[in-house]
């Protein structure tokens, strides 16, 4: 039996996630709403960053249904602030 393939996350330079870092810490001190872009989902996530855990590398964000989601940092590809 072959193994299915699974796509592998594209990397990304030093810069691009100290960008994301960067962005993230922004939008956790100013409480502000973003939209995560994240690999491997159809749709992004979308809320606030209510704790960053540096031992377990997550991003917990709290959706606007009120649900706790925890984003893998090394899987988020992209930062919004939506519009709406």
């Known amino acids: 039996m072959a193994k299915a393939k699974v796509a592998k ?9 100290e960008e994301i870092g960067n962005q993230l810490s922004e939008a956790k ?24 855990d540096s031992r377990t ?15 893998p940092f090394m899987d988020i590809m992209k930062v919004e602030y939506p519009r709406d």
Do not use: A, C, Y
């Not at 001190?29 to 996530?45: A, C, D, H, K, P």
């Not at 991003?59 to 925890?70: F, I, P």
């Open 9 to 17: 996350r594209p990397t990304r330079d030093e810069f691009v996630l």
């Open 29 to 52: 001190m100013e409480n502000s709403e973003i939209l995560l872009t994240v690999w491997g989902r159809e749709e992004g996530v979308r809320g606030q960053i209510k704790t960053m």
């Open 57 to 71: 590398g997550r991003v917990h964000m709290e959706t606007r249904d009120g649900e706790l989601d925890k984003v």
